[in-house]
């Protein structure tokens, strides 16, 4: 299937991609000849060194926004606006689905962004586990990954069968009121052998895939219950193909897949990390590499497109060169890094290949809806890659005649991360709770409503109000400025003030490779 994923996130820089990547590949046998003269030039940075508070006291924060958004009984509470809820989700089929995550500033639990926040948890306390610990948030990251991933065990209780939502959005929206006080129904939606969902069913087994990784040595048998769900559902994904947003046409108005091809090889990155199963590595490299992974086209990494995200992944095993590998094996891990740096020079800002839309204060823009999110994301994988190339002492990235380093990469991400906290034209942080100044109106049902409050299903006062909240959504990442750096601190404009986990997922990423200098490890556990 060609789908449109495939034609989108190009932007700028995609015009001149397939000329540059001519020059890429000349760059890597230039790369391959300076590494002998450069070897000494960097060095590699070892355990977490010096901590940065601003960037400490940013990823605090950005970390409470997880406990906002937890279903099911609480535990260790610490917000104190909020309570129980969705006790009984699943119980029509049987199940327990009271854990999870509601994805944003309303209270359904969509599976495929929920497991795509559980992946990317999952990649940070991978690359960052060091440096959370640093800053003791190590075991807050944990916890919230686990209250996903215990939620997902439980959304797959049969090999071919995956739940993939709890509570109808229509309905949902009908309403504003507290998760605590809801009462609608709250249907299941599944995914099947007869309506398949291979990009939600191939997300959430890359997302159990990482978390087996990330409690290897804490949890053995909850991190081998996690591996088997991880196999089972890529199987399902991988035979019964066919995307969610076919079989559930109601997503395509809030979670559209507009693919799922990427998530396949997403998920097998994830699983070769996980088993060292050399059928996986195939997969992406030999098998569906020409068919899927686009190579020599950047992109950006989104809830709904993970290819630049398994470009780096993947950028991993060449550049650590910690696995045995057949020719074509290397040619398509080699094509793969090659992808990961034409997306890396896309993001530096005096590059010849530099995608041209930013706003005026510098924040890559892609997109006025959610505007944060794609440089987030770019930036957290700016930073992964950056500290790749200085724990495998790869001293230059080449774009299209001019020479980069690890350290400019590193800058990119510092200059979007700190457009977040505040250095912008607004001179506002987008992460509430941070700063002096930041959002007072976040589009969220739960912190807009007092929480002795009694609307029912019509608390749109609360929504209608033009006074502060009266709960701060602490943590959440609103949605982020219009192109010309512009804010407008309304709960009505969901665009711009909405909080998500995902985005919340990656900025913790960000921010824990920003915390301190660190090499990374060279394999997972």
Same mark, same amino acid.
């Given at each position: 299937?060609?789908?449109?994923?495939?034609?989108?996130?190009?932007?700028?820089?995609?015009?001149?991609?397939?000329? +540059?990547?001519?020059?890429?590949?000349?760059?890597?046998?230039?790369?391959?000849?300076?590494?002998?003269?450069?070897?000494?030039?960097? #060095?590699?940075? $070892? #355990?977490?060194?010096?901590?940065?508070?601003?960037?400490?006291?940013?990823?605090?924060?950005?970390?409470?926004?997880?406990?906002?958004?937890?279903? %099911?009984?609480?535990?260790?509470?610490?917000?104190?606006?909020?309570?129980?809820?969705?006790?009984?989700?699943?119980?029509?089929?049987?199940?327990?689905?009271?854990?999870?995550?509601?994805?944003?500033?309303?209270?359904?639990?969509?599976?495929?962004?929920?497991?795509?926040?559980?992946?990317?948890?999952?990649?940070?306390?991978?690359?960052?586990?060091?440096?959370?610990?640093?800053?003791?948030?190590?075991?807050?990251?944990?916890?919230?990954?686990?209250?996903?991933?215990?939620?997902?065990?439980?959304?797959?209780?049969?090999?071919?069968?995956?739940?993939?939502?709890?509570?109808?959005?229509?309905?949902?929206?009908?309403?504003?009121?507290?998760?605590?006080?809801?009462?609608?129904?709250?249907?299941?939606?599944?995914?099947?052998?007869?309506?398949?969902?291979?990009?939600? +069913?191939?997300?959430?087994?890359?997302?159990? +895939?990482?978390?087996?990784?990330?409690?290897?040595?804490?949890?053995?048998?909850?991190?081998?219950?996690?591996?088997?769900?991880?196999?089972?559902?890529?199987?399902?994904?991988?035979?019964?193909?066919?995307?969610?947003?076919?079989?559930?046409?109601?997503?395509?108005?809030?979670?559209?897949?507009?693919?799922?091809?990427?998530?396949?090889?997403?998920?097998?990155?994830?699983?070769?990390? +996980?088993?060292?199963?050399?059928?996986?590595?195939?997969?992406?490299?030999?098998?569906?590499?020409?068919?899927?992974?686009?190579?020599?086209?950047?992109?950006?990494?989104?809830?709904?497109?993970?290819? @630049?995200?398994?470009?780096?992944?993947?950028?991993?095993?060449?550049?650590? $060169?910690?696995?045995?590998?057949?020719?074509?094996?290397?040619?398509?891990?080699?094509?793969?890094?090659?992808?990961?740096?034409?997306?890396?020079?896309?993001?530096?800002?005096?590059?010849?290949?530099?995608?041209?839309?930013?706003?005026?204060? %510098?924040?890559?823009?892609?997109?006025?809806?959610?505007?944060?999110?794609?440089?987030?994301?770019?930036?957290?994988?700016?930073?992964?890659?950056?500290?790749?190339?200085?724990?495998?002492?790869?001293?230059?990235?080449?774009?299209?005649?001019?020479?980069?380093?690890?350290?400019?990469?590193?800058?990119?991400?510092?200059?979007?991360?700190?457009?977040?906290?505040?250095?912008?034209?607004?001179?506002?942080?987008?992460?509430?709770?941070?700063?002096?100044?930041?959002?007072?109106?976040?589009?969220?049902?739960?912190?807009?409503?007092?929480?002795? @409050?009694?609307?029912?299903?019509? $608390?749109?006062?609360?929504?209608?109000?033009?006074?502060?909240? #009266?709960?701060?959504?602490?943590? $959440?990442?609103?949605?982020? #400025?219009?192109?010309?750096?512009?804010?407008?601190?309304?709960?009505?404009?969901?665009?711009?003030?909405?909080?998500?986990?995902?985005?919340?997922?990656?900025?913790?990423?960000?921010?824990? %490779?920003?915390?301190?200098?660190?090499?990374?490890?060279?394999?997972?556990?």
């Amino acid at each position: 299937m060609v789908s449109s994923k495939y034609s989108k996130g190009c932007t700028g820089w995609l015009i001149v991609a397939a000329v +540059a990547m001519l020059v890429t590949v000349a760059a890597v046998l230039t790369i391959k000849e300076k590494h002998h003269h450069h070897r000494d030039v960097l #060095p590699v940075p $070892g #355990p977490p060194g010096a901590i940065d508070k601003k960037y400490a006291d940013a990823l605090a924060v950005a970390l409470q926004f997880f406990q906002i958004q937890k279903s %099911g009984k609480l535990v260790d509470n610490k917000i104190s606006w909020r309570g129980d809820s969705a006790l009984d989700d699943g119980k029509e089929a049987g199940l327990d689905l009271s854990k999870g995550m509601y994805d944003s500033g309303d209270h359904i639990k969509f599976g495929f962004p929920m497991a795509y926040t559980a992946t990317l948890l999952s990649w940070s306390i991978l690359e960052y586990g060091d440096q959370m610990a640093v800053v003791n948030q190590l075991q807050i990251a944990l916890d919230a990954l686990k209250w996903i991933t215990d939620y997902l065990i439980n959304a797959h209780p049969f090999d071919n069968v995956l739940y993939v939502q709890v509570g109808d959005p229509d309905i949902d929206h009908k309403c504003w009121e507290r998760p605590e006080t809801m009462a609608e129904k709250r249907p299941l939606v599944q995914v099947n052998k007869t309506a398949p969902g291979t990009d939600v +069913a191939a997300e959430t087994s890359a997302a159990m +895939a990482a978390a087996s990784l990330v409690f290897k040595n804490i949890n053995t048998t909850y991190s081998d219950l996690l591996l088997q769900h991880a196999q089972k559902l890529f199987t399902f994904a991988d035979t019964y193909r066919g995307s969610y947003s076919v079989s559930i046409p109601k997503v395509q108005n809030f979670y559209n897949s507009t693919g799922y091809e990427d998530e396949l090889l997403w998920a097998a990155s994830w699983l070769f990390h +996980a088993t060292r199963d050399k059928t996986y590595l195939s997969y992406v490299t030999v098998q569906n590499g020409n068919a899927f992974a686009d190579w020599g086209r950047p992109t950006w990494f989104s809830w709904d497109d993970k290819r @630049a995200g398994t470009q780096v992944l993947l950028s991993r095993i060449k550049l650590f $060169g910690s696995h045995q590998s057949s020719n074509a094996e290397m040619k398509g891990l080699q094509l793969y890094r090659q992808t990961a740096e034409a997306v890396m020079c896309g993001l530096l800002p005096d590059s010849p290949t530099a995608t041209f839309s930013r706003t005026g204060g %510098g924040l890559v823009w892609v997109d006025q809806w959610n505007a944060l999110q794609h440089p987030v994301a770019a930036s957290f994988l700016a930073i992964v890659y950056s500290d790749y190339m200085l724990t495998s002492r790869t001293p230059e990235l080449h774009c299209s005649g001019k020479t980069y380093s690890p350290y400019d990469l590193r800058n990119f991400a510092v200059s979007q991360a700190d457009y977040i906290l505040g250095n912008n034209p607004m001179k506002l942080s987008y992460l509430v709770g941070y700063g002096s100044s930041y959002p007072q109106q976040v589009h969220h049902r739960g912190a807009s409503i007092p929480a002795n @409050a009694k609307t029912g299903c019509d $608390g749109f006062q609360w929504l209608n109000s033009t006074k502060s909240n #009266p709960n701060v959504a602490i943590g $959440g990442l609103v949605g982020g #400025p219009f192109k010309n750096d512009s804010f407008i601190d309304s709960r009505n404009n969901s665009m711009q003030t909405e909080p998500s986990t995902y985005n919340n997922a990656v900025l913790v990423g960000l921010l824990s %490779g920003l915390v301190t200098t660190s090499s990374v490890v060279t394999s997972f556990p």
